[in-house]
């Protein structure tokens, strides 16, 4: 927990845009972008309120609260004595979810030959 909160205060005082605040290593090694490339942009964009232009650095960005509330739905017990809401996960929800990550991928790397 005070790592997550230790990065998102990180990457709210560090512009990504002006500097390398993180690194790819699928990029370095093979020059292509992975599914996460531009999450670091992106999620600095939804801090400093917006979200449009979060959703065009990377569109997972979504999965970013729905991955907290998940956690901390875990941790509730422990936190404030008391079970959250959880969010149901079905197989074929990481199976559509497994395909549109590919898809993207393979998209936007695509896209950056034409």
């Given at each position: 927990m005070a790592g997550?909160?230790?990065?998102?205060?990180?990457?709210?005082?560090?512009?990504?845009?002006q500097g390398g605040v993180t690194f790819c290593t699928f990029r370095l090694l093979t020059g292509l972008d992975c599914p996460g490339c531009g999450m670091t942009r992106a999620a600095y964009l939804l801090l400093h309120g917006h979200p449009g232009l979060a959703l065009r650095q990377n569109p997972f960005i979504?999965?970013?609260p729905v991955l907290a509330y998940m956690g901390l739905s875990e941790l509730s017990p422990a936190l404030c004595g008391r079970q959250w809401p959880q969010i149901p996960v079905r197989p074929w929800m990481l199976i559509v979810l497994g395909v549109l990550v590919l898809a993207f991928t393979v998209a936007r790397n695509l896209l950056k030959f034409l």
């Open positions: 997550l909160v230790a990065f998102t205060a990180y990457v709210y005082t560090h512009d990504p845009f979504f999965l970013i």
